[in-house]
Each structure stands twice: as C-alpha cells, then as structure tokens.
C-alpha cells in the first residue's frame, strides 16, 4: 500500500509539472519569444519564471523512449528545471524504478528463492539507476541522508566530516550485506558461514560507529540513552501500571543490562560469534528476565512477554481471520517458544563440547535440529488440523529454523 501510494504521489507530481511546462506556451504572461522566459502561475498562486529546457513545442515524447534509465534521467532533468527539490526528485526516481521491476516479481509466482535473487539484483542496480537520474551530486545528497536516517534511531548532530564517516560506513555494511546475501544464493557459504559473517560485519559496524559519535550521542542514537529508555520502558508497561519502586528496580535492570551489553560488545569486538560472547550475552538477558520476574511476579511477567512477543501480538490482531480462539493462540505461542527453547539448549551444548575441545558432526547436528522441527510441526498440524495449521503457515505465523542471529539490534 506504501508503495502504491508512494506511486500515486510520483505519478501525480510528473503529470503535474509536465502539463504546467507544456501549458506554457499560453502562460498568464510572456517575455519576448527570442530570449524563451516564460511566468506560469506556482501551487501557491504566486508567479514564477522558468526556462525550458527544450523549445515548447518540441516536448519530449516520454512514452517513446525505449530506455527506462533515459526517460527516467529525461523526467528528473525536467522537474529540477522546474525548481522540484532533490528530495522529491529521488522519490520520483526511485518509485519509477522500482515500479520498473515489479514484472520480474511477479514472474517469480512465490519462489523464494526467485524473489530473493530478483530482490538482490535490484539492489545491486538501484545505485547505478539513481545516479544516473540525480547526478553524482544529487544522489550523493540523497543518499547519505538515507543512509543517516538507517544508520541512528533517533537522530543526533554530526559534524559535515561525521556525517561522511558514517555514510562510509553504513555504505560499507550495505555491500557487505549484498556479497552475503550473493553467497548464500549461490551456495558457496551455509547458514552458519553467512550468520558470523554479518555478526562480525555489524559488529565492526557498530564499534565504528561509536568511535565516531562518542559514548552519549551512540547511546542516544541507538536508543540506548536513560531518557529513551525510561520512556520505552513505562510505555512497556503501561498495562501492568507497576508502583513507582516496581518501575525504578526494572528501570535499573534495563540500564544494567544496556552498559553491560556495551562492555561485552567493546569486549568481543570483532567476534561476536564467539562462544564466550553469546554464553554471556545469554546471562545477562536471563539476568534481566529474573530481576523482572522477580518484581512482577511470575504470571505478570509471562503476560507481559506475550504482549510484546510480535508472534503473539500478530496472532491475537488475526484471530478471527486465523480461527483462532485464547486456547489456541496460547497453545500455539507455547509450542513454539518451547521449540526456540530446545534449539538454544541444543546450541548451548554444543558450545560446550567445542569449548571442551570435541568436535561435532554437522550431517548429525542438522538430522537432530530437523527432528526438533518435524516434531514440532506434527504437534501443532495434530492440535490444530491440517486446514488451519496450512492457513497459519501461508501466514507465516509459524517460524521454523535456527535461532535468530545476534546482530538483529544495534550494539
């Protein structure tokens, strides 16, 4: 829906602006014909002049150039003309472009596989494209201040240089990200190869980042500052209304685990896929767990995890679209975080046999992680039946596979 709109917004901006210069050759008033400055009258009734850039009465013919990149190029060049600025140029250009790949999803019929590489190659282009249509400078502008936005949760100032460094490395992880996403495609690095391959990517990513910002505006950046999180945290637990002491214990448990978590991670930099870094990141969220546990209550703070568990909260918004009742949602949601439960304890034992200098077959690890999720599956497809349990697959409600990679948040 964003992206129709988002077209809707272009299309209307094109159509606009290209009627305005056609009309100009009966504009509310006119220079002398020889020096070609025409008055046309702006959005906000007042009077601006431009200059065509081609003779009026030789207006490019859109639909008749072949190449998308030029009539891309043509359509920009003719709305900057106009005083359109860079921003909205790139919304223009970026929307035609990807609207221009919209078949090769739709050839893809739901194949992952397919949708993935069709998603890859247009973003190996999408640069080149946007260059192309901007300029070297307009895309430069356009560009870091994406790559700005993406780079801090919430903004903080930075110096022109600052703001060049981070670009750098923001633009650095994009293409390492691209080269993994390549990889696994191809099939020259397994699953495990590409997670430490991007742990240890945005791990020396985020290390950078805070050399660059300084300790309080990369906490403030990612979200990590007193203020945000105290503000993160009663919205948490505005249905739980705890008492002023509740709120301060679970606040300092938040603030622990935040400097904790930057100590382990100026710690293991570069190595976040150590065993020692995630035995210990494990123990500082349970210790977090426990002290919430242990303020709240058992049945509050497993209520509590439910509501902010996007799993959870994705069923209850569909339940009557699912056929969904509370028992099944509850039953489902447990099924479900008990199979995530049994491949962390599966992972944690075969840390330890590494630790211990033992090593570990692949072919029997992959037959017994298969085992965990085929049982799984049988389990919920029995409870549910196979219409429903089918429904909530194509719904992805149900999430299969290895335990999710630890570079998921910002360090």
Known sequence: MSLALNFILALTIIVVAVKKWAGASTPSSTRSASNKMVTVVNHDKTPIEIT?????????????????????????????????????????????????????FVECKGDMDKLAAVQLAMNLNKDAEMR?????????????????????????????????????????????NYELEQARLNGTMDDAQINDASDKAYAEYFTQLKGALGDERYKKSQQLDD???????????????????????LFKAEQDLNNSRLELDHQFQGDPSSQDYQAQLKALND??????????????????????????VEMKKYSDLLGLDDNKINYVYDTLKNYQKSLQQYQSQLFA?????????????????QQITDQTQQTLQNYLGPESFDKLQRNRVFQFGQPQSLHSGPS
């Open 287 to 312: 210790a977090r767990d426990q002290a919430y546990q242990r303020v709240l209550g058992s049945n509050v703070f497993y209520s509590l995890q439910e509501q902010q568990d996007p799993e959870y």
């Open 353 to 369: 046999l590494q630790s211990q200098g033992q090593g570990v077959d692949l072919d029997t690890i992959k037959s017994h992680l």
């Open 227 to 249: 203020d945000f999180v105290a503000g993160n945290l009663k919205a948490q637990l505005a249905k739980v209304n705890p008492s002023d002491t509740q709120f301060q214990e």
């Open 132 to 176: 192309a249509a901007l300029g070297e400078e307009g895309f430069r502008k356009w560009d870091q201040k994406t790559m700005l936005w993406e780079a801090m949760s919430s903004p903080v100032k930075v110096t022109d240089s600052e703001a060049a460094l981070i670009y750098g490395l923001k633009k650095k992880l994009q293409q390492r």
């Open 52 to 104: 065509p850039a081609f003779e009026q009465s030789r207006l490019p013919q859109y639909q008749e150039i072949k190449s998308p990149s030029e009539r891309r190029r043509l359509i920009i060049d003719q709305l900057r003309s106009m005083g359109v600025p860079n921003d909205l140029l790139a919304l223009v250009a970026k929307v035609d472009f990807e609207a221009q790949w919209d078949s090769r």
